[in-house]
């Protein structure tokens, strides 16, 4: 079983910054793919961005530029670094690790909310 555990969510006015921390625990053997996933209000959960082992990035055309994604692989850590932040962005954000392909894990969810 794999856990994990994000951080860093809160209130922030636009053209703010946040961080955001998902440490992942368990069993984590082999290649892994992490990624930052957000649901808006009343919408769809969509992909924000995501990294491989290799640290190989993937962005959402809405969050490139902005935002930026690495990782810590001695610490089954992925970082979210959001820069620029729009009342847009405001939204759920989850953590989610793929693990050789085949499982996937999810995060609770940490709330970003982008306002004046």
């Known amino acids: 079983q794999v856990q994990l555990v994000e951080s860093g969510g809160g209130l922030v006015q636009p053209g703010g910054s946040l961080r955001l921390s998902c440490e992942a625990s368990?069993?984590?053997?082999?290649?892994?793919?992490m990624g930052w996933y957000r649901q808006p209000p009343g919408k769809q959960r969509e992909l924000v961005a995501h990294?491989?082992?290799?640290?190989?990035?993937h962005y959402d055309n809405a969050v490139r530029g902005r935002f930026t994604i690495s990782r810590d692989n001695a610490k089954n850590t992925v970082y979210l670094q959001m820069n620029s932040l729009k009342p847009e962005d405001t939204a759920v954000y989850y953590c989610?690790?793929?693990?050789?392909?085949?499982?996937?894990?999810w995060g609770q969810g940490t709330q970003v909310t982008v306002s004046s």
């Open positions: 989610k690790i793929q693990i050789r392909g085949i499982w996937e894990y």
């Open positions: 990294i491989g082992s290799a640290g190989i990035t």
């Open positions: 368990g069993s984590i053997i082999g290649n892994t793919l």
